[in-house]
């Protein structure tokens, strides 16, 4: 069987969008526009999030969540006020994607230890990327011993960064939500402050660590 060229290919995110019903469509844009996405993390805190449960319903009568991992779609359709943001910046998709959500968004908000300060995936920085890619590829116990060691590379794949970067080391970052991941009240607290006019704050009772 012939395998078709990527030029003969339609991928699944040129097909057009499912047309929605206007009525449904101009309700949403009533609401207050919130995007979120996760750059290098576990998707551990976009769960949480998920965690509010029935919470999460009464939220969605005053938001709407456009650009998020839950909806893919690839680029913040409208103005938001709020944009959630999980994981460091490891690649150049991720610094792409951070600028593009701090041009759309008028509050930014840093969410969990690897937004913050890298988290996890920060342990390679104690080592060259050169080092890691060769521990991973070449050295690595797991490699298929039947093929040559191979460090993948193709023009279509993201560079990968020298470091794992917290966000506000590449781009203005106005609030922090810290946890590994914060719980889901610590978010909603957040959310429903800020869509309500109330001022950003996060009580300790609900988020503390000592
Ligand atoms: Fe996952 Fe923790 Fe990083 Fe959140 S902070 S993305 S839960 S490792």
Known sequence: MSRRSPADTTFAHDLPATPMDPAAMAARED???VAMIA???CWGCTLSLLDMDEDLLALLQKVNINRSSFTDIKKIPV???????EGGVANEENIETLEHFRENCDVLIAV?????WGGVPAMRNMTPLAGCLREAYVDSVTRPVEQPPTIPYHPDIPRITKQVYP?????KIDYFIPGCPPGAQVIKT???DLVNGR???IPAAINRYD
């Open 167 to 171: 966000l506000h080391e590449v781009v």
């Open 31 to 33: 609401k207050i526009q």
């Open 39 to 41: 750059l290098c993390g």
């Open 199 to 201: 001022p950003f704050g």
């Open 112 to 116: 969990g230890a690897c937004a913050i």
């Open 79 to 85: 103005r938001s006020a709020i944009g959630f943001v």
């Open 190 to 192: 957040v959310l429903d």
